[in-house]
Nanobody, 116 residues
Framework: QVQLVESGGGLVQAGGSLRLSCAAS????????MGWYRQAPGKQRELVAV???????NYADSVKGRFTISRENAKNTMYLQMNNLKSEDTAIYYC??????????WGQGTQVTVSS
């Protein structure tokens, strides 16, 4: 089992920055890929960014050039640096981890609100 806890959400003005953190605990050795997802009101959950254990990353087109995902394996922590935030980035952001059996674990979510 893997437990995930997000932190760092909040209210920010458009153009501002936030950094989200996701701390993993439990069977962290089994984690293969970690990522950030978000869900805005009335919309489906969508992938924001993903980072594989080997270091490669991928981003949704809507956040490329503004968001950066990173993993600090020694601390079992993942980050999402969000710059130049826009109102359309407002959503609940969820941390996800997938193990080598392709089983998904989710955090409880953290609210990000961008005011225009």
């Amino acid at each position: 089992q893997v437990q995930l806890v997000e932190s760092g959400g909040g209210l920010v003005q458009a153009g501002g920055s936030l950094r989200l953190s996701c701390a993993a605990s439990g069977s962290t050795f089994s984690i293969n890929v970690m990522g950030w997802y978000r869900q805005a009101p009335g919309k489906q959950r969508e992938l924001v960014a993903v980072a594989w254990g080997g270091g490669s990353t991928n981003y949704a087109d809507s956040v490329k050039g503004r968001f950066t995902i990173s993993r600090e394996n020694a601390k079992n922590t993942m980050y999402l640096q969000m710059n130049n935030l826009k109102s359309e980035d407002t959503a609940i952001y969820y941390c996800n981890a997938q193990d080598y059996r392709h089983f998904d674990y989710w955090g409880q979510g953290t609210q990000v609100t961008v005011s225009s």
